[in-house]
């Protein structure tokens, strides 16, 4: 069965950095659309960055553009987020998510729902 499992959370001082790992299994990675979203308390889900694992192509929710780098390993079946300069509303919970059916050849879309295959989550906490 499809299987996602996030890792590199962390607790990091402000200005700090951490690289996120999403590995996805139980099906092709190609052409697929990863995502990762991320949830604080009180506050709703929100898309952080996608990425077309075919393609490679990457967006980026407004807040973390400059800071974050989302990219993937094909031959590692895995995808990344690279987060640099890391800032105290950058702290949530971490949701790795993929769309096996992209919307388009090559575009990811930023639709919540439509990524129906989620990991379990992984924590960052950044402190001032």
């Known amino acids: 069965q499809v299987q996602l499992v996030e890792s590199g959370g962390g607790s990091v001082q402000a200005g700090g950095s951490l690289r996120l790992s999403c590995s996805l299994s139980g099906y092709t990675f190609s052409n697929r659309c990863l995502g990762w979203f991320r949830q604080a308390p009180g506050k709703e889900r929100e898309v952080v960055a996608r990425?077309?694992?075919?393609?490679?192509?990457?967006y980026y929710a407004g807040s973390v553009k400059g800071r974050f780098i989302i990219s993937r390993d094909n031959a590692k079946n895995t995808v990344y987020l690279q987060m640099d300069n890391l800032k105290p509303e950058d702290a949530a919970m971490y949701y790795c998510a993929a769309d096996l059916f992209p919307p388009d050849i090559s575009a990811c879309a930023a639709i919540a729902s439509r990524y129906k295959y989620w990991g379990q989550g992984t924590q960052v906490t950044v402190s001032s």
């Open positions: 990425i077309h694992t075919g393609y490679g192509n990457a």
